[in-house]
């Protein structure tokens, strides 16, 4: 099935929530934090805590990526599809699979 997708900029993200869209920029960064829970963050409009949007890989969905996703994406231009989410009043994507993100 297809989805209509808006192409936005980072900074309109929160005015989409629950909406299919599509964001093309440069990743400000991107890590893996330490520890037990392997969540994967690539950041934009920023370096966290300062970034205004997040794609976020949950630990589950890791296998789905033949590569480090953080190593990969850092410094890249992309765009990434997917369901504009809220997680603790910042807008995100939870990206699940490779496709989802691509690079420019």
Same mark, same amino acid.
């Given at each position: ?36 829970? %392997? ?8 370096? @966290? ?5 997040? /794609?976020?890989? $949950? #630990? ?16 890249? %231009? ?8 809220? @997680? ?5 994507? /939870?990206?699940? $699979? #490779? ?6």
């Amino acid at each position: 099935f297809l989805f209509s997708q808006t192409t936005i900029s980072v900074d309109s993200v929160s005015s989409y929530i629950g909406q299919h869209i599509k964001i093309c920029d440069k990743v400000s960064d991107a890590f893996q934090p330490k520890g037990d829970i %392997k969540m994967t963050y690539i950041n934009f409009g920023g370096k @966290f805590p300062d970034n205004t949007f997040t /794609v976020v890989i $949950f #630990p589950a969905d890791l296998p789905n990526f033949s590569f480090i996703p953080a190593d990969h994406y850092k410094n890249q %231009k992309v765009c990434v599809t997917g369901i504009a989410a809220e @997680f603790k009043g910042k807008p995100q994507i /939870v990206a699940k $699979f #490779p496709d989802q993100i691509e690079i420019q």
